[in-house]
């Protein structure tokens, strides 16, 4: 039975303690080239302005420093590893304006936005948002884990009334905005009707199943980009961009919606307090809304207005963004709220006070995502290819470049763009020399072979180092290792490479995709450690049409392609019907309905399923005492399922 450890739906178990690795050696110095370059930054950026460190600061309750530990007793958030971050001035290795933003993300502890509304913050990749009702609390997006979530509701409650919670509210369909739903409300609360739910509509599938298929892949680039294996420190990963990182050794969870926002504008009364919630599908999310709250005089922006230039394709992977789109409803809830806020605030980062301030910050960001769109497609009717786009557009229009919220911290304008490319024009480049290139170890082959062999690549490589030339180096590197892949000295001149790119780069998340890469060509891949299977929750929500189609893409279709076989399957806690075909190698399967003459005739519960699932019991073991029932073919389906494709959760990245 297939394995069912879907670990990419969990942003959180990206660094959770799914490979088990040595600790890792500390990265080299960075270069005096690299150590110039960054110190070149501080001419570039208004660092003298520190409005931002007075506004994170700014209704500062309690200070949080600690460590945060699960019921085993191992940590799940240490904000104290990040005390490093304490000193005025940016090491060589760190760029200056990454470690401005690390800095700010590192003020951690529970804040006053503003009367009646609180924020933990810094205790997670995320902020949980505390609105006080007239009788409980109305929470928004109860961070990652229940272990975070459960810490930051005690933090609050040290300050504040211990009034029950009475609603949560899921901004958006992102697991930093959920997973810790059970460390702040009790599910028998909701089915007993005390506790209410709210969600965009769209929330729970696209919370379940927008990682699903590819997930292994996922959370694999998923650790390159938060910089999960990684040291905490100057040489090491410092942060996120839209937070420190994400938790480890944590307990995700989801509780379903019972109340769904399906207007594109809606009002509802929560507690005496009314909210004008606003749908923004298909920008930062699929399912996501903004939320303005008319008493306070607040605006709630989700996650589709932060303190960075976000993701229009998030390295880690993911369906691509509308920049576009994203631009629209910004402007949309610009001109809706834009004259009656007074405070802003987002479910990462730290508020925006002041009407004038608001309305400037909302129009940026608003002219940021349309330039992402409307530039990138003036080039390619020029011509140009994603690469050449990205050189050309090196820098958004000087106002914007200059506003510290425009800035490459979580998204960047380099890759931004060709994903803009990418959604509109697909993979390829129109020219047919790559419209079928060789794949990389033969590329690597034949470049290292024309360059006049590996030591001669390797010259080339350590003058390109030697001037600083970074890039070229390793765009050289690279062939060499995937040609050579046991090449000590160009492995180590690559990992070399790479940790300068990641000190030079103002980027959290391609910081950690290049010192990721550089302590895997150093000391290998971390193997993967074996654990329960993941987030019950999260299984328990796959819809039987989501098991179909993962068990789909687990088939090997060249070894099964002679192997025709029609199931009827059978839910018989839910009452449906499936009928599976499985032929040419592809599973198919149709919703209600029944093969008139099927080779298999299989009833079971999903329940019964999700066990499977969650290994707490087995296929066969439960086809063999009854808990599944199957007519004919069972030899058949049973070989199907013994012989499904395993993932591999640490596939290579920089070497073949």
């Known amino acids: ?237 410092v942060d996120a961009g839209l937070g420190k990182g994400t938790p480890v050794n944590a307990s995700v969870t989801l509780i379903a919606p019972t109340d769904l926002i399906r207007e594109p504008l809606e009002t509802r009364s929560i507690d005496g307090v009314e909210i004008k919630f606003q749908l923004t599908p298909g920008t930062e999310a699929p399912a996501e809304m903004n939320l303005y709250f008319p008493q306070f005089r607040t605006l709630c922006m989700a996650e589709n207005a932060t303190h960075t230039q976000h993701n229009v394709l998030t390295l880690r992977g993911a369906l691509v963004r509308d920049a576009k789109v994203w631009a629209q409803y910004l402007d949309d809830a610009l001109v809706r709220f834009g004259e009656q806020a007074e405070v802003l605030f987002a479910q990462h980062h730290w508020p925006t006070w002041g009407g004038e301030a608001i309305r400037e910050y909302l129009a940026d960001q608003r002219d940021m995502y349309a330039f992402l769109d409307s530039q990138t497609l003036r080039l390619i009717n020029q011509g140009a290819t994603p690469t050449e786009i990205a050189a050309q557009l090196s820098s958004l229009p000087p106002r914007l470049a200059g506003k510290w919220y425009s800035r490459d911290y979580y998204g960047s304008l380099s890759h931004n763009v060709r994903a803009v490319y990418q959604r509109y024009m697909g993979f390829y480049d129109g020219n047919p020399a790559n419209l079928d290139p060789l794949p990389p170890v033969q590329a690597g082959q034949r470049y290292v072979l024309a360059m006049g062999g590996a030591d001669a690549v390797l010259a080339t490589a350590r003058e390109a180092f030697a001037a600083g030339d970074y890039r070229w180096a390793a765009q050289l590197l690279n062939h060499l290792v995937f040609a050579e892949p046991d090449n000590k000295a160009a492995r180590d001149l690559q990992a070399d490479t790479l940790e300068q790119l990641g000190y030079q780069s103002e980027n959290a998340t391609w910081r950690n995709v290049y010192l990721s890469g550089a302590l895997e060509l150093r000391e290998g891949v971390a193997q993967a450690k074996a654990h329960k299977s993941a987030a019950p929750d999260m299984i328990r929500a796959l819809t039987p049409g989501m098991f179909f189609d993962y068990l789909a893409v687990r088939i090997d279709a060249m070894q099964a392609a002679d192997e025709d076989l029609l199931i009827n399957w059978r839910f018989t806690d839910l009452e449906e019907d499936y009928a599976l075909t499985l032929r040419n190698g592809v599973l198919t399967y149709r919703t209600g309905m029944r093969h008139a003459k099927a080779d298999v005739n299989l009833r079971m519960s999903k329940a019964l399923l999700d066990s499977i699932a969650l290994k707490e019991t087995g296929f066969l073991k439960e086809s063999t005492i009854g808990g599944i029932d199957i007519e004919g073919g069972r030899i058949k389906l049973l070989k199907l399922l013994a012989g499904l494709d395993e993932p591999n959760p640490q596939f290579n990245l920089v070497e073949p």
Do not use: C
């Open 1 to 237: 039975m297939p394995s069912f450890r879907l670990s990419a739906i969990l942003l959180a178990l990206i660094a959770s303690g799914a490979v088990q690795a040595e600790l890792p050696t500390p990265g080299k110095p960075a270069t005096a080239i690299t150590s110039n370059l960054n110190q070149a930054w501080l001419q570039r950026l208004p660092f003298e302005d520190k409005a931002d460190f007075a506004n994170a600061r700014r209704g500062l309750i309690e200070a949080f420093d600690g460590v945060v530990k699960n019921a085993q007793g191992q940590p799940v958030w240490d904000r104290a590893a990040y005390n490093f971050l304490d000193a005025n001035q940016a090491p060589a290795s760190v760029n200056p304006s990454l470690w401005r933003i690390a800095q700010l993300n590192n003020l951690a502890g529970l804040f006053e936005v503003r009367e009646r509304i609180y924020q933990v913050r810094g205790m997670d990749l995320s902020n949980m948002t505390i609105i006080e009702g007239d009788n409980g609390l109305i929470l928004i997006d109860p961070l990652i884990s229940t272990e975070t979530a459960r810490a930051g509701l005690e933090l609050y409650y040290r300050h504040r009334p211990r009034k029950p919670v009475l609603a949560v509210i899921y901004s958006h369909s992102h697991v930093d905005h959920f997973g810790g739903v059970r460390g702040v409300i009790d599910e028998a609360d909701v089915k007993a009707g005390k506790v209410r739910v709210f969600a965009p509509e769209g929330f729970y599938e696209h919370a379940v199943s927008e990682n699903v298929l590819a997930g292994p892949a996922m959370m694999r680039r998923a650790q390159y980009m938060y910089g999960s294996l990684l040291p905490r420190g100057e040489r090491g990963q």
